[in-house]
């Protein structure tokens, strides 16, 4: 993933794991932990040969206006390009996994 990329990316593993590294920081992804990330990252990407998840992407123009419809008025993107969100899969919930943010 590189310059030009102009969607967010949620990363749900099922089997296996992955590690991103971002200049000097490093995610592991597994089925206990997935990833969300920004539009512009750039980032390594080693996956594991059995790796297998769900991959959702959502156009950056698209979750700018749904956001901006949420809160009144145009979204403005003031977090850092190099932020990569990790989520935490907890015991299991009766109603299936829900995961958490960290």
Not at 34 to 58: A, C, H, K, N
Not at 91 to 100: M, T
Request: glycine share 8%.
């Amino acid at each position: 993933m590189g310059d030009g990329i102009d969607h967010y990316t949620v990363n749900l593993p099922l089997r296996g794991a992955q590690t991103l590294t971002q200049d000097l920081a490093r995610h592991k992804s597994d089925p206990a932990h997935g990833i969300l990330l920004s539009p512009g990252q750039q980032l390594q990407v080693d996956i594991d040969r059995d790796y297998r998840s769900i991959f959702v992407t959502i156009k950056r123009q698209i979750m700018e206006l749904a956001l901006s419809r949420l809160i009144g008025r145009q979204a403005k993107r003031r977090w850092s390009s190099r932020s990569a969100c990790r989520w935490r899969r907890r015991r299991p919930h009766p109603g299936g996994a829900r995961p958490s943010i960290t």
